[in-house]
C-alpha cells in the first residue's frame, strides 16, 4: 500500500493553491503556501515581488487635498428646485 503525502487533486483554500494538510493550515492563515515567508497577507513580502494591484490617474495620481473639490473654472450651477423634485423615489 502506498502512502502519499500529497492529494490527488489540489484545493483551494482561500484562493491558495494546496497540495497537502500542511499547506491548508498555512492558506487558511492567510499564508501563500507558495511563498510563506512572506506571511499572512503578503505584507512581508520584498516589494519587487509584488506590483500594486492598481494606479491611479488623474487628479488622484499625486494624491493632491483637492482631488474631491470641484474646479473654481467650473463651479456648479445652484439649484433653486426643492429636494423633492430633484429625485423621486416612489415605488
Known sequence: ???SA???TPVY???YQCNNCAQVAEAKKDINPADP???PGGVDASSSSQSPAFTLGGM???GSSAAGKASPSSPAPPSSAP???LLDISV
Do not use: E, R, W
Open 83 to 85: 429636494a423633492s423634485a
Open 60 to 62: 488622484l495620481a499625486n
Open 13 to 15: 483554500v482561500n484562493g
Open 37 to 39: 515567508k512572506a506571511g
Open 1 to 3: 500500500m502506498a502512502v
Open 6 to 8: 500529497n492529494y490527488p
